[in-house]
Nanobody, 123 residues
Framework: QVQLAESGGGLVQAGGSLRLSCTASGRTFSSYAMAWFRQAPGKEREFVATINWSGSTPNYADSVNGRFTISRNSAKNTVYLEMNSLKPEDTAVYYC????????????????WGQGTQVTVSS
């Protein structure tokens, strides 16, 4: 049974920072691309960032590029999302996802999903 568990969400003021973590269990994810998506109320789930199995060549949505950083520790089966200069429009439930093989930016490409963690940015 593959499971992804996110943590680190919370309430923060605009301009603040948060670090999300996603720990995978059930198998070794060394050959899996990992990603973060988010979904705000009334909106579709959207891509935030992705990283390949080796931890190189991350890819970001334009809306977060330069403010968010994705990284992974394969030995710990954990992927992180460091979020800086947060804005109210970053408020959403953030989901971790995994897929075997290369990075992707579409939700349909991912096989495994976490339950999500709420991030709320106040103005």
């Amino acid at each position: 049974q593959v499971q992804l568990a996110e943590s680190g969400g919370g309430l923060v003021q605009a301009g603040g920072s948060l670090r999300l973590s996603c720990t995978a269990s059930g198998r070794t994810f060394s050959s899996y691309a990992m990603a973060w998506f988010r979904q705000a109320p009334g909106k579709e789930r959207e891509f935030v960032a992705t990283i390949n199995w080796s931890g190189s060549t991350p890819n970001y949505a334009d809306s977060v590029n330069g403010r968010f950083t994705i990284s992974r520790n394969s030995a710990k089966n954990t992927v992180y999302l460091e979020m800086n200069s947060l804005k109210p429009e970053d408020t959403a439930v953030y989901y971790c996802a995994a897929r075997y093989g290369a990075r992707a930016v579409n939700t349909r490409a991912y096989d495994y999903w976490g339950q999500g963690t709420q991030v709320t940015v106040s103005s």
